[in-house]
T-cell receptor, first 112, second 117 residues
Framework: DAGITQSPRHKVTETGTPVTLRCHQT?????MYWYRQDPGHGLRLIHY???????DKGEVSDGYSVSRSKTEDFLLTLESATSSQTSVYFC???????????FGEGSWLTVV | AQKITQTQPGMFVQEKEAVTLDCTYD???????LFWYKQPSSGEMIFLIY??????QNATEGRYSLNFQKARKSANLVISASQLGDSAMYFC??????????????FGQGTTLQVKP
C-alpha cells in the first residue's frame, strides 16, 4: 500500500463549473503526476510536480491547472469543466526516478 | 520525444497457454525504464514488471517476463500459463532516468487480453 488517496472517487458536474480533484499521499514522495485515461488513448499526462510549488505541464494540460502547496497534496483543477474532460483521472507518485511508481485508484469524472 | 506503441488492440489466449503482448518504444534518452501495468475491469493500475535499459538480463516476475530487445527497441510482455484472472487491459510505459528527467511515464494505448476457458 503506497498510501495514495484520490478524492472524490466519483463526481458528476455540469459544464462550466469548477472542479478540483485531490491526490493525497502519506509517504512524502517527491514526484507526483496527474493522468487522464480515455478509450483509445491509454493514459496521458496532464501535469506533474517534482516538489512543493514545482509543477510543469504534460501533454494534455489545456483546461487544467495544478497546485502543490505541501508535499502530501497535489490538486488538479478544471477551471470551467467541459464535456471533453469527462474521463478517469489517475494520480501517481514516485519516490525517485527508479522503478517504483504507485497509482491511486482513479477518479471518475462526468461532465454533463 | 518519447513514444510507446502497442499494436495489438485486442488479444485472445486459451487458458494455460502462453501469450506475448507487443510493445515498441522510441526515445532519445540514453537511460530509461520500461514498465508493464495490468488494468482489470475494476480500474486500478497494477504494476507487473520493470526493465531498466542497462539491465543485463530480461526481467521476470513469477509468470511474467519481459522480452527486452534493446537494438529493436522492443519490450514485449510474456505471460506464461494464462489464467482467467489475467483477462484485463495491459499497458506498456516508459520513463527517462537521467538526472534532468522528471520521471514522467509515457504510456502506450493498451492491449485488451481475454483468456478463454
Amino acid at each position: 500500500d503506497a498510501g495514495i488517496t484520490q478524492s472524490p472517487r466519483h463526481k458528476v458536474t455540469e459544464t462550466g463549473t469548477p472542479v478540483t480533484l485531490r491526490c493525497h499521499q502519506t509517504e512524502n514522495h517527491r514526484y507526483m503526476y496527474w493522468y487522464r485515461q480515455d478509450p483509445g488513448h491509454g493514459l496521458r499526462l496532464i501535469h506533474y510536480s517534482y516538489g512543493v510549488k514545482d509543477t510543469d505541464k504534460g501533454e494534455v494540460s489545456d483546461g487544467y491547472s495544478v497546485s502543490r502547496s505541501k508535499t502530501e497534496d497535489f490538486l488538479l483543477t478544471l477551471e470551467s469543466a467541459t464535456s471533453s474532460q469527462t474521463s478517469v483521472y489517475f494520480c501517481a507518485i514516485s519516490v525517485s526516478l527508479g522503478n517504483t511508481i504507485y497509482f491511486g485508484e482513479g477518479s471518475w469524472l462526468t461532465v454533463v | 520525444a518519447q513514444k510507446i506503441t502497442q499494436t495489438q488492440p485486442g488479444m485472445f489466449v486459451q487458458e494455460k497457454e502462453a501469450v506475448t503482448l507487443d510493445c515498441t518504444y522510441d526515445t532519445s534518452d540514453p537511460s530509461y525504464g520500461l514498465f508493464w501495468y495490468k488494468q482489470p475491469s475494476s480500474g486500478e493500475m497494477i504494476f507487473l514488471i520493470y526493465q531498466g535499459s542497462y539491465d543485463q538480463q530480461n526481467a521476470t516476475e513469477g509468470r511474467y517476463s519481459l522480452n527486452f530487445q534493446k537494438a529493436r527497441k522492443s519490450a514485449n510482455l510474456v505471460i506464461s500459463a494464462s489464467q482467467l484472472g489475467d483477462s484485463a487491459m495491459y499497458f506498456c510505459a516508459m520513463r527517462g532516468l537521467d538526472s534532468g528527467n522528471t520521471g514522467k511515464l509515457i504510456f502506450g494505448q493498451g492491449t485488451t487480453l481475454q483468456v478463454k476457458p
